[in-house]
């Protein structure tokens, strides 16, 4: 198994989508963390994680994905 930590990208949203369309990851998070957790909620996401200079929320890429 190969990982890496790096910045998400566009192409990330359909994996991030299904990763945490979990309630047991919603359940013990805040109120803010959408349930269920949509492809429009991962693009929003991904859009504020990479808005800021420097990045400083990151992807955990396992085998690619």
């Known amino acids: 198994m190969d990982s890496e930590l790096r910045p998400f990208t566009n192409a990330d949203c359909e994996s ?5 369309n979990n309630y047991k ?3 013990n998070l ?6 269920p957790y ?5 693009a929003a996401f991904i859009a504020m994680a990479t808005a800021e ?3 400083h ?9």
């Open 16 to 20: 991030l989508a299904l990763y945490a």
């Open 25 to 27: 990851v919603s359940k």
């Open 30 to 35: 805040t109120d803010a963390f959408p349930h």
């Open 38 to 42: 949509t492809i429009e909620n991962a």
């Open 53 to 55: 200079q420097p990045i």
């Open 57 to 65: 929320i990151f992807a955990i890429a396992v085998d690619g994905v």
